[in-house]
């Protein structure tokens, strides 16, 4: 079992940046392929961005590449999505999840196993 927690969420102006984190706890944090995803109102849970458990690949949604950047603490269990240049369409609640069966990184929300409660960005214009 792993438990996730997200913090870093907020109010930032268009332009600003933020930084989210989610620390993991429970069982090895070292092996799960790591994801976070992001939730509006009425639409279902999109993928934004991923990192392999041996940090050697990550992967972003075309909407924020360029703009995040997913990183990952293995000593201190701790996956980071730096996000700059944000825009009024980012917000929404941002979660974190872990994928205990690869090392590699899927994009659906059904295939990670565990999740965050999830930490929400607004972003004014």
């Known amino acids: 079992q792993v438990q996730l927690v997200e913090s870093g969420g907020g109010l930032v102006q268009a332009g600003g940046s933020l930084r989210l984190s989610c620390v993991a706890s429970?069982?090895?944090?070292?092996?799960?392929?790591m994801g976070w995803f992001r939730q509006t109102p009425g639409a279902e849970r999109e993928f934004v961005a991923g990192i392999t458990w041996s940090s050697d690949n990550t992967y972003y949604d075309d909407s924020v590449k360029g703009r995040f950047t997913i990183s990952r603490d293995d000593a201190k269990n701790t996956v980071y999505l730096q996000m700059n240049s944000l825009k009024p369409e980012d917000t929404a609640v941002y979660y974190c999840?872990?994928?205990?069966?690869?090392?590699?990184?899927?994009?659906?929300?059904?295939?990670?196993?565990?999740w965050g409660q999830g930490t929400q960005v607004t972003v004014s214009s």
């Open positions: 429970g069982r090895i944090f070292s092996r799960y392929t």
């Open positions: 999840a872990a994928d205990r069966a690869t090392n590699y990184i899927r994009r659906k929300p059904g295939n990670y196993d565990y």
